[in-house]
């Protein structure tokens, strides 16, 4: 795990680099204070030479303005390093997100995977700057303190030093429940931001069922989780740092008693001892730092450890070896014994599913909630991956497309349509990013949305709200039907595009899709079955599998499954 945190420092070494030989500066200016202080007390101050003293005087300035500006070198660009090193942890992480497939987002809440990027990688910054240079100026400080206290009074200095391995020993003992103590409170505030993103999302909800006060019960008990866990963390660090500062306390009584005890005796002079005062301070100075160091690394690499376990999943579809560019695709679909099931085969949800759809066609999926219809579609652009069998588009396995060239041939419309926070140019847009403004006005007209986006205050720079929210549903519907000519595939697939509207917004929507539909190859998952009649060929899916196949008038002609269906759905009207 260390051996990947440090491989971000890589493409900024030469900021590394910068902070670090500053920061030894900065621990050699610390160094040399003492032994002038000592000089001046022990001999230039009692000779009286004062051009001695003057001249020092403005060298030890000199020196105070070099730190200053070491000071201030190591403090900006040492946390423009970690900065950095945080902001390519997360480009990292967001884009490893974008190769993952649909079941993982299936099995991982928002909160939880937002709570990796952001509160996780947080801390990163500080432990990405001050680990490496706490750890080299504490080097520098104790070995540096360690000789020039030799020379003042070896026996002080061996005192003072074998409270290192004490020092060391108590650190390494409370490390490991500090690293348990962090890691719950990781866990704890991905649970948080999980409960309050579900709530803010479902506000709407909660304030229509009179929830208010059950959402604020369960809010409650994930941030009581979380305060118990932080306040945990907290007794454990306060056991630490003040058990350091205790045995930091008991060091400086010692220097002061024995040392003066030395200055009793003659050993050392008065100015021995005012530098050795100075020294042990600056002694202290890198034990504090390994102190912060300890809760730093705890946080930085608990997130860091965190964000690792994201990284390592592999991405379950991928492009094979001889991937191949899908480039100008006709559209022909065939199913050949397709199964699929969910969780390695615990689950299975299609088996043994032939059909086939010819280019330029329209094919309807009907039949009960829960057989696999969206899933059966979701597989065409592999957001999931076939268990067994193969599914072909002009006589290719999809599988051996590219998965972006293949995606790219294929335009989905869903039921619960997904606007972007932004303007209604942006999220039309988004169906061809590289766009200018008359495609998408084009794009617009041809989904019959035009004349409405002009009656806006702002037209297509109108911000449309969280989701869409200042939106109708068949206002959002026709915007992503605006994207989806803006994309212009050659296969679509309407999943249940229409359920959710009312009955005169639905006719409107389907001349929209009337029109997106020519010349393409066409999948309809539909709930009505009055907007699939004119189909070239319905398919109608049970949990057995394809049950039956044919035009509306065939299949009502067989008097079977979708006879039924139809005249149920007719018999309510």
């Not at 990688?121 to 080097?139: K, M, N, Q, V, W």
């Not at 962090?182 to 009179?210: H, M, P």
């Not at 809760?295 to 860091?304: A, H, L, R, S, V």
Request: hydrophobic residues 40%; contains cysteine; aromatic residues 12%.
């Amino acid at each position: 795990m260390l051996k990947n945190f440090v491989s971000y420092y890589k493409p900024h070494k030469n900021l590394f680099f910068l902070d670090m030989f500053f920061a030894l500066l900065l621990s050699l200016f610390d160094l040399v204070f003492p032994v002038f202080t000592r000089r001046l007390i022990n001999e230039v101050i009692p000779e009286g030479n004062m051009e001695v003293l003057f001249n020092w005087t403005i060298i030890m300035f000199l020196i105070i303005f070099l730190r200053y500006i070491s000071q201030y070198i190591v403090s900006y660009y040492g946390h423009l390093l970690g900065v950095r090193i945080e902001r390519d942890m997360r480009k990292d992480i967001f884009v490893h997100l974008q190769t993952l497939p649909f079941s993982y987002y299936d099995n991982n809440k928002t909160g939880h995977i937002m709570s990796r990027i952001v509160n996780d990688l947080r801390d990163i910054t500080e432990l990405a700057h001050h680990g490496p240079e706490d750890l080299f100026i504490s080097l520098v400080m104790l070995s540096g303190s360690f000789i020039i206290l030799l020379q003042i009074e070896w026996r002080l200095t061996l005192i003072i030093f074998s409270f290192i391995p004490l020092m060391l020993l108590f650190s390494v003992k409370k490390r490991n429940k500090m690293e348990s103590s962090f890691r719950e409170v990781r866990k704890k505030i991905a649970d948080v931001n999980s409960q309050l993103e579900n709530s803010i999302s479902g506000i709407r909800v909660a304030k229509a069922f009179t929830n208010e006060e059950y959402e604020i019960e369960k809010f409650n008990e994930g941030n009581e989780a979380f305060s118990n866990a932080r306040r945990n963390s907290y007794k454990i660090m306060a056991e630490f740092t003040s058990g350091i500062n205790l045995m930091s306390s008991i060091l400086n009584l010692l220097v002061i008693s024995v040392g003066g005890y030395f200055v009793y005796l003659k050993v050392i002079d008065l100015g021995d001892l005012f530098a050795y005062t100075l020294y042990v301070n600056f002694f202290m100075q890198p034990i504090r730092r390994l102190t912060e160091f300890t809760q730093q690394y705890q946080d930085g690499m608990t997130g860091f450890e965190r964000f690792l376990e994201v990284m390592n999943i592999k991405p379950s579809i991928v492009d094979s070896p001889n991937a191949i560019e899908a480039n100008d695709i006709k559209g022909d679909i065939r199913f050949e014994n397709v199964s699929f099931s969910y969780n390695n085969g615990n689950k299975k949800i299609l088996e043994n599913i032939n059909f086939y759809v010819p280019k330029g066609k329209t094919i309807a999926i009907v039949g009960p909630s829960g057989v696999g219809k969206t899933t059966l579609c979701h597989l065409i652009p592999r957001f999931y991956e076939v268990t067994e069998g193969q599914i072909t588009i002009d006589g290719v396995d999809i599988r051996d497309y590219t998965l972006k060239s293949l995606r790219q041939n294929i335009g989905i419309v869903q039921q619960d349509v997904f606007l972007f926070t932004g303007t209604i140019k942006e999220n039309i847009q988004y169906g061809n990013p590289s766009a200018i403004e008359a495609d998408i006005i084009k794009a617009a007209k041809k989904a019959k949305i035009h004349d409405f986006i002009m009656s806006l205050p702002f037209n297509y720079e109108t911000y449309i709200g969280e989701k869409g929210i200042k939106l109708s549903g068949g206002q959002k519907q026709r915007i992503s039907i605006a994207r989806l000519f803006l994309k212009n595939p050659p296969i679509l697939i309407l999943d249940e595009a229409t359920s959710s509207l009312d009955t005169e917004t639905e006719m409107l929507i389907q001349e929209s899709f009337k029109e997106l539909s020519k010349g393409r190859t066409t999948l309809i998952i539909a709930h009505r079955l009055s907007t699939i009649r004119n189909a070239d060929t319905i398919l109608v899916l049970t949990d057995d599998g394809i049950k039956e196949i044919g035009t509306h008038e065939e299949l009502l002609a067989s008097k079977g499954i979708y006879y039924n269906l139809y005249t149920y759905q007719y018999s309510k009207v």
